[in-house]
């Protein structure tokens, strides 16, 4: 028997509610007010009280109004259709709602259960078979969706039967099996997981060893992310964080791309809605909406179906991976989940850690960030999660808790920088103090050694070398006068200017240079590491100053041309003229 | 407020804050609003029997046997074409003489729209101002707030913009106005002939600070009346949100909630978003936009309000005084709109993006040279042709009180490039400096 309870408190979204019998932590209840069913989570018990955050307004809630426990935690339904879909934070399909207005109490089903699919048997009969391993496959638009023995299924199972190939809706069975003790059970196309749990199903977790293409300079050239790396990007608002997640979604070298808009603007997810059946996936040539997942829990939505917004995420890209499909996960912003979990610990009156917010914030981040990985399945072939998530410090400030925690988490660290922003420098990823530290994986430089050239990975560290080299002759520069330093001052501080706005800078509205491919980059990083490569003589700064913009200019043509077409080699041509003389 | 027939009476406090009052009651919802001793009070925490009431007008002068009524339902404003052209208070009863507004009785604070059932917003709002149209261009569907010091005529620009807009109703939501304010609000209606696509909510300085939560629903319900029903195109105004979330903090603070940064709730990001998000393109026509005032202490946006605020906004209006040209502009440096993309070179000229980034890149060389002559430098030539640039640049573009075209716009920053720079300098695509440069080759 379900387990029940009255209302017995209400403060905003957090319910105190007195129940009649055992429940659980993180256990799902439905609040009833007057007909409409509030979805709610066990966060706290307390004797025979129970605190609840609600999904929903609690707007006319009343005490004494029942409840009723449901007896599993927060789970999402897996399955054949997530592909192309769009999704609240509690995989309510927002598609088929009703009405303009979101309706309070509306749970909508994630997967069509009526659409049937072309199924494919995989698994043989008398095939010992585990959790997350392939049964079957059926196409989901392009991608061949595998049908798993579902990850709840402990042990080995032995294959009775699989379906014949044909047309099957996912309520229908497709495969029978024993257990151990001889018990036959059915399977389906469909399958349930509580978000807040890792999906297992694969044999190991091992370090990353590929580099993700994203076609954004700045971070393929100069600090690139692994396929299955962790990577965050802070920065205030204003400096490009949105412009450069789409970026990244549109152009990122993945099978699947799941976006989590947690806490954020509606009209961001709208331009995704809208924009990605219109853009081509440049590595496919398909529809960029063909392979993404939209999770959305704007910031006007319930603050407390935020923190599972993410989580829903994390659960849909750990099946994709299961079916060894390279996943993208993208979450804007984590910190808005965070302060949702502020909001919560606060109205528990927990006692409070650093500006608020819950003592194990940290160990939340990090557990979290543990999800992403590149896996070996069990049938030998791989899959993976790239995690990038954007964070946005208050007053733009790194020194805070979720920044903090997170740069303890993720492998990678993208910080925007007002100033360059401020000065319309795009992406305004600040190229001195981010960091990839997979640069340092003798398994990443042996990959780059293959894929690009062999001593890619020093390129880098000299580019990184120049830059810097270039900020502290600008340093000088403005402290001692232009006449007050050296001629070579002014040249180094140019050559730096000529990486910032040849590589580093990069217009993502651009058809051509908004997207730069791997071997396109290395042409130009050459270019431009060549011409620092030379000492110059100027007479005095304002001929260097004037020579290195000359350069830049017609590198920026370059940039705005298709690769190698005659207009780039035009300019490459002129390029080549002005480098005569110098 | 209507009476109701089976309204329950309550007259035993027990607990007054400066804000709140707390008393033994049954069968109360929350949300629901009620009467403390003749003053409007609405539920927010419930234990068992005791409800703690937010009391609107304050708490002074009530007394623990005060009479407590209940509604049985939350804030809700009457809508109808009737709003049109009217003045209203926090509560949304008549100030201006009138008599009450018949319509359908709807809740304040209402759901949100289902982002998959808006459309992108793509409607480009001119407004003249070169600040805006040309560097950060206005889309009907955004929001987005000016940020200004307390001494900047921001009331008077957000007049200027909403007059000159092309939509169907503008709405004021006017949130610890001043009375001098409110009057030049008022006026700037009347003699702009305006006044019949005006609403106006207003809470003045001289009224009690919490009140002031009720003004933004009480508006926003009005406009989602004629957005929604009316398919009408509705500019909503906001001013000034800092006090609105002011007022927040006193009712988290007299409720003994932990305060989060800046003695803010915890909760401001969630609730400012609320509001904001409220902006809206609507499948069969009708938008919300919002303009909202932000103002801030000494152009400090690391403060919490600003900062939520442009976590949640399409982007910010920076107003500031420039010393060069004795005007004040629209900070190209500090704004930004973020849907102006959408409409820039597609509802405007090809050439409209390239033109403003790099007019701004420019007049941030302005601004290194700028500091070069601070620290007692000699500049250079260039530096010396970006400072003469960045004063025509503040004067002719920049200034709040341009009123011209974006064509215009356009002709006057190729002008200015052309005056004083070279085409190298500009870093302009060749395409269109075959089109459009002026002056020197």
């Known amino acids: ?582 | 407020m209507s009476e109701k027939a089976f309204q329950r009476i309550y007259t035993k406090l027990t607990a007054i804050t400066k804000a709140t009052v707390t008393l033994e009651a049954q069968g109360v919802a929350n949300d629901e609003l009620a009467v403390v001793a003749g003053r409007l009070a609405q539920v927010v925490k419930i234990k068992d029997n005791a409800v703690t009431l937010q009391v609107f007008g304050g708490t002074e002068d009530i007394p623990t046997n005060a009479e407590v009524t209940f509604f049985g339902e939350p804030p809700t404003l009457n809508v109808s074409d009737e709003l049109a052209g009217r003045f209203f208070n926090a509560y949304g009863e008549p100030i201006d003489g009138g008599p009450a507004v018949e319509g359908e009785k709807r809740q304040i604070g209402g759901p949100s729209v289902n982002p998959y059932k808006r459309r992108m917003p793509s409607e480009l709002i001119p407004t003249g101002i070169a600040g805006i149209d040309l560097n950060n261009t206005l889309v009907s569907g955004q929001k987005i707030p000016f940020f200004a010091d307390p001494d900047q005529p921001y009331n008077k620009v957000m007049s200027m913009v909403a007059l000159r807009a092309d939509v169907d109703k503008i709405i004021l939501g006017g949130m610890g106005l001043s009375n001098d304010d409110y009057l030049f609000f008022k006026n700037e209606f009347e003699s702009a002939g305006a006044l019949h696509k005006i609403i106006s909510f207003v809470n003045t300085t001289d009224q009690p600070p919490v009140e002031r939560l009720l003004i933004p629903d009480m508006a926003l319900t009005a406009a989602e009346y004629f957005a929604v029903d009316k398919n009408e195109k509705v500019l909503v105004l906001l001013t000034d949100m800092t006090l609105y979330a002011d007022a927040l903090s006193i009712v988290s603070n007299r409720m003994d909630q932990i305060p989060s940064k800046d003695s803010m709730p915890g909760s401001l990001y969630s609730d400012l978003a609320k509001i904001y998000e409220k902006a809206v393109q609507l499948p069969d026509g009708g938008s919300i936009t919002i303009i909202a005032v932000t103002t801030l202490n000494d152009g400090d946006i690391t403060h919490a309000i600003p900062d939520n605020t442009g976590y949640i906004t399409e982007g910010q209006l920076f107003l500031r005084a420039d010393a060069d040209s004795g005007k004040v502009i629209v900070d190209p440096f500090r704004s930004l709109s973020r849907l102006k993309q959408h409409v820039q070179n597609k509802k405007t000229r090809e050439d409209h993006s390239a033109v403003m980034n790099t007019s701004v890149r420019l007049y941030a060389d302005a601004s290194n040279a700028k500091t070069k002559l601070e620290n007692g430098f000699d500049l250079s030539d260039y530096d010396l042709r970006c400072l003469d640039y960045a004063k025509e640049y503040a004067t002719r573009l920049l200034a709040i009180d341009v009123n011209i075209s974006i064509e215009e716009m356009l002709d006057t920053a190729w002008e200015l490039f052309g005056k004083y720079f070279t085409k190298a300098e500009t870093g302009l695509k060749e395409s269109l400096i075959q089109k459009y440069w002026k002056g020197k080759e």
């Open chain 1, 1 to 582: 028997m379900k387990t029940t309870g009255k209302v017995t408190g209400i403060i905003s979204n957090l319910v105190t509610v007195e129940v009649n019998g055992p429940v659980a932590q993180n256990e799902i209840c439905f609040i009833d007010l007057g007909g409409t069913k509030l979805m709610a989570e066990v966060i706290k018990v307390n004797g025979n009280k129970a605190s609840v955050q609600v999904y929903e307004s609690t707007r006319g809630l009343q005490i004494g109004d029942p409840v009723e426990f449901q007896g599993y935690m927060l789970e999402v339904t897996l399955g054949p259709g997530l592909l192309s879909s769009n999704f609240d934070g509690l995989q309510n399909n927002l598609a088929t709602m009703t009405g303009v207005f979101l309706k309070r109490g509306e749970y909508t089903k994630p997967l069509d259960e009526n659409k049937l699919w072309d199924f494919t048997p995989i698994a043989k009969a008398g095939q010992q078979v585990i959790a997350a391993d392939w049964l079957g496959e059926v196409k989901e638009g392009w991608l061949p969706h595998k049908i798993m023995l579902p990850f709840s299924f402990a042990g080995t199972y032995t294959v009775k039967s699989v379906a014949a190939a044909g047309q099957y809706k996912i309520t229908d069975t497709i495969a029978t099996l024993t257990n151990a003790d001889g018990e036959e059970v059915k399977v389906n196309m469909m399958q349930k997981w509580p978000v807040k749990v890792a999906v297992g199903g694969y044999v190991e977790k091992p370090r990353p060893f590929k580099v993700m293409e994203t076609g954004v300079r700045t971070i393929d050239t100069l600090n690139p992310i692994a396929e299955g790396g962790t990577g965050f990007i802070p920065g205030p608002f204003g400096c490009g964080k949105t412009v450069l997640q789409h970026a990244l979604a549109e152009q990122a070298d993945a099978d699947i791309i799941i976006m989590a808009a947690c806490g954020e603007r509606a009209n961001e997810v709208v331009e995704i809605f809208t924009e990605f059946p219109e853009l081509k996936d440049k590595h496919t040539g398909r529809s960029l909406m063909e392979r993404t997942i939209i999770i959305c829990n704007t910031s006007n939505m319930p603050v407390a179906a935020r923190e599972a917004s993410v989580y829903t995420a994390m659960t849909l890209g750990e099946y994709y991976r299961a079916m060894g499909m390279k996943v993208l996960l993208l979450a804007d912003s984590t910190s808005r989940w965070a302060q949702a979990l502020r909001e919560m610990s606060n109205r528990l009156e927990e006692l409070p850690g650093q500006d608020g917010f819950p003592v194990d914030l940290s160990a939340i981040i990090s557990n979290f960030y543990a999800r992403a990985g590149y896996v070996k399945l069990n049938n030998g072939q791989s899959g993976s999660i790239t995690f990038i998530g954007t964070v946005s410090p208050a007053g733009g400030n790194l020194k805070e808790p979720v920044t903090e925690s997170t740069k303890k988490a993720a492998r990678c660290f993208y910080g925007l920088s007002q100033n360059r922003a401020d000065k319309k420098r795009y992406p305004a990823v600040d190229p001195v103090d981010s960091y990839s530290k997979y640069l340092e994986y003798p398994e990443i430089i042996e990959y780059l050694d293959n894929k690009i050239e062999k001593g890619w990975v020093d390129k880098v560290t000299k580019t990184k070398y120049i830059i810097r080299k270039g900020k502290d002759a600008y340093e000088q520069i403005n402290i001692l006068g232009d006449d007050g330093v050296p001629m070579s001052y002014h040249e180094q501080y140019w050559k730096s200017e000529l990486i910032d706005f040849v590589i580093l800078q990069q217009d993502a509205f651009d058809e051509i240079d908004g997207s730069t491919p791997l071997e396109r980059q290395k042409f130009m990083l050459d270019l431009v590491l060549e011409i620092c490569d030379r000492s110059f003589k100027f007479d005095n700064f304002e001929e260097c100053t004037t020579y290195f913009k000359g350069l830049i200019n017609i590198c920026r043509q370059m940039n705005y041309s298709e690769f190698k077409s005659e207009n780039f080699e035009k300019y490459l041509g002129q390029l080549k003229e002005e480098l005569k003389h110098e």
